[in-house]
């Protein structure tokens, strides 16, 4: 077939499919199916993002120039992973380490990925820290709004990702047993990184919401994505999302940003652990392997 006509007839198609999807998401359950749908599609993309970020480590391996005088393992199980980057030692482990799923870790599978991200991040990190632990380790992401820096603050003040929007409060609610905060109140600079968990949702919280709440209120947290083991360093500013969103955290724009979880549906799966860090000596922001 001449090459005008095969552009002619897949032109066609293209505007027949575009009808056909317009009448048929006019029905209300074709929506919602073909939402959901959409979404799964979006999951399996990850998923095919983790092996080919698994290939990628391999080729790594495969390409990296021999030693003049190579060593011989004194043993089968000695890793020869020695010289990878951290970032590609977290990759090519974590994925083997947590479920593709939002779940809590057991403790054999806590204690080793607490290890893999502690000495490849240097910041130490727990899953339960002065024994306080979130329903998940692992979960899925969402995409915030941004939070006013200070009275006046605008949306046309954020130089990135305006589209997110803003908070119409200065600080979240405090009114609200659902929002975290704690006096003397969060300087500025912090609300540039800031992350989402279900407090609300803890067990004990309703019975010791006053002691419960200062402890998490801007409490460090470490989240790292395992498709490309991007880490960040952000503080508790809210409690969320809501169970029926099918999410368990969420993120600033910038943290989403840094994690490239800012695009499509603006959700991942990600891992959430505390940071031990009781002399404030660990900054916000993106993890510099």
Excluded at 54 to 76: D, F, K, N, Q, R
Excluded at 186 to 194: G, L, M, S
Aim: charged share 20%; aromatic share 6%; proline share 8%.
């Amino acid at each position: 077939m001449p090459e005008s006509n095969l552009q002619s007839s897949i032109a066609k198609l293209e505007k027949r499919s575009n009808s056909l999807r317009k009448k048929i998401l006019k029905n209300p359950s074709a929506k919602k199916f073909f939402t959901k749908s959409t979404l799964l599609a979006y999951d399996l993309r990850q998923r095919s993002s983790r092996l080919l970020a698994g290939a990628g480590l391999v080729g790594s391996l495969l390409v990296m120039p021999m030693s003049s005088s190579p060593t011989i393992p004194t043993e089968i199980n000695q890793p020869v992973s020695s010289d990878l980057t951290n970032q590609q030692k977290i990759l090519g482990n974590l994925q083997e380490l947590i479920p593709h799923q939002p779940a809590k870790l057991s403790p054999d599978s806590a204690a080793k990925v607490e290890s893999l991200v502690s000495e490849n991040t240097k910041i130490p990190v727990k899953t339960t820290l002065d024994d306080q632990t979130l329903n998940h380790d692992v979960g899925y992401i969402g995409f915030e709004q941004h939070l006013k820096r200070y009275p006046g603050d605008s949306l046309g003040g954020h130089d990135d990702l305006q589209e997110a929007g803003m908070h119409l409060v200065l600080v979240p609610l405090v009114t609200s047993p659902m929002i975290l905060r704690t006096s003397p109140p969060r300087p500025t600079w912090k609300k540039k990184y800031y992350c989402v968990v279900q407090t609300l949702y803890l067990p004990n919280w309703e019975k010791d919401y006053r002691q419960l709440k200062d402890w998490y209120a801007f409490r460090k947290m470490l989240v790292v994505n395992p498709v490309n083991g991007n880490a960040i360093v952000c503080d508790i500013g809210d409690a969320g999302p809501a169970d029926w969103t099918g999410k368990q955290f969420g993120g600033s724009p910038e943290t989403m940003q840094y994690l490239d979880l800012n695009k499509g549906p603006k959700k991942g799966l990600v891992l959430m652990m505390f940071v031990d860090d009781p002399d404030n000596k660990i900054p916000l922001g993106p993890v510099n392997y």
